[in-house]
């Protein structure tokens, strides 16, 4: 383990967790990467300094809380009202100077607080002044996500600050711009911002909302009762405030020879990150992974390396983390890890699977099963939605993924958990179909 050990700077450290013995001629090497950030920051002003900010003096930080006002938001009409009340939950949940606005989305996005193309900067005079402004939060219209995500992008970007984060809140479709529109939209905003999508109801689009919140490396979840949304915005505002380091990449070097086969965080949550890689000088690449906190994620690395003969041993790739600059140099957060490659004619050793690996590898492929399983489910197809579903909840029995377990047995009749036998529901309550599917990337830590 390598620490980043700097006076009130956010400490990082790489844990490495593998088997690296592979038998001869094998191939492929896997690894869980555990990064981990704790500690406190320090202001990013100087060139080429972290984005930091001091612990004490207030985030380095600017949101915009965008608001769906399409005409379905009022009905039933608590979900406007819910809406209102959980924006002013966030704002009062803002700390004293963030740089945040108010955004109203309809087939157009309008600026509700502070106007101006500007951004206010929080205090208990302008938090009263934006929630006085909710006021004027009233449903009609269609629904356009990338300009809502566009006129946030250019509001954020208006401030000299370093974190910069996103809350999106819609009950429905996309269905006034195409999702090419959309698609361009969230390319620009990708890497500027990040954030954080919810569905409120059960007449939006789980996909559109799930794909919103992982190109821009947020969260997306369901709030099916209007009147859970404040407690909903607060947390989310105060995970928000608690970011204290923006723009971290994982770092992969390989030596000649090897090729990164897939890269993808396996907790919190499941999130594909290979296609997401920047070229980083020869051999190395760097993968986003967004803004952080006091905080530590999992994430699995697959190499493939030279075949070999027994007793070869090789650095098959060094992780370092690292804050890509816009010069194009990087400013190195100093925690690092190696994965090896070991070559053994000891059959135990090689065929032994890392516990981490092994349980990282079911909990994506429980997401995996969720989402096909739902799909056939819509499809008509009984016998495959029934097959997938069974697997998934064997997984999650299996890996102790209790949460996962419960969204399950809302859509399914358990017949034997450890076998994966189970029966369609005939009746499901929509919301709770949506829930699974929108929380089925959620994983358990493995227990080390």
């Known amino acids: 383990m390598a620490n980043f050990s700097k006076s009130n700077v956010p400490q990082f450290s790489v844990d490495v967790y593998q088997n690296e013995y592979l038998h001869e001629g094998g191939r492929e090497v896997n690894a869980i990467i555990t990064v981990s950030a704790t500690g406190g920051g ?9 984005h930091l900010y001091t612990a004490g003096q207030g985030p380095d930080a600017a949101v915009a809380i965008m608001v769906d006002c399409s005409g379905s938001m009022d009905y039933p009409p608590t979900k406007m009202r819910g809406a209102r009340d959980a924006t002013a939950a966030a704002i009062d949940a803002l700390r004293d100077g963030v740089h945040f606005a108010v955004i109203g989305g309809t087939h157009i996005a309008k600026e509700v607080y502070p ?6 900067v929080a205090d208990t005079a302008t938090r009263d002044q934006a929630k006085q402004a909710l006021r004027k939060l009233s449903a009609g219209g269609g629904t356009a996500i990338g300009t809502w995500l566009r006129l946030a992008d250019r509001l954020l970007s208006s401030a000299e600050v370093s974190i910069r984060h996103g809350i999106l809140l819609t009950d429905g479709r ?21 954030c954080d999508a919810r569905g409120v109801g059960t007449d939006w689009e789980v996909k559109e909302v799930t794909g919103i919140a992982s190109a821009l490396l947020g969260t997306a979840d369901i709030v099916a009762d209007p009147a859970a949304l404040s407690a909903d915005f607060t947390q989310m505002m105060e995970t928000a405030m608690g970011k204290e380091v923006a723009d971290v990449s994982l770092r992969l070097w390989t030596p000649v020879g090897t090729a990164i086969k897939f890269v993808k965080q396996v907790a919190p949550t499941v999130e594909e990150l290979t296609d997401r890689r920047t070229e980083a000088g020869p051999r ?35 992780v370092s983390l690292v804050i890509p600059q816009g010069d194009g140099s990087a400013q190195n957060l100093g925690a690092q890890g190696l994965v090896r490659a070991v070559w053994t004619d000891d059959m135990a050793a090689s065929t032994s699977i890392n516990p981490q690996v092994a349980h990282y590898t079911g909990q994506a492929e429980l997401a995996q099963v969720i989402q096909q399983g739902l799909d056939l489910r819509k499809s008509g197809d009984v016998d495959g939605a029934t097959a997938k579903l069974g697997r998934a909840v064997q997984l999650a029995s299996a890996s102790g993924n209790a949460d996962t377990a419960k969204l399950l047995a809302k859509v399914v009749d358990v017949v034997d958990a450890a076998a994966g036998t189970v029966r369609l529901k005939a009746r499901v309550a929509e919301a709770d179909e949506m829930t699974l599917e929108t929380r089925s990337t959620k994983t358990v830590r493995v227990k080390k």
């Open 42 to 50: 320090t202001i990013g002003s100087a060139v080429g300094a972290p």
């Open 284 to 318: 190395a690449g760097d993968y986003p992974t967004g803004s952080w906190g006091d905080e530590s994620r999992d994430y699995h690395v697959c190499v493939e390396v030279p075949s070999a003969e027994v007793g070869r041993e090789m650095l098959a790739a060094r």
């Open 174 to 194: 996309n269905e006034h711009e195409s999702p090419e529109d959309l698609k361009a939209a969230l390319d620009s905003c990708a890497g500027r911002f990040t």
């Open 115 to 120: 106007g101006n193309g500007r951004l206010a």
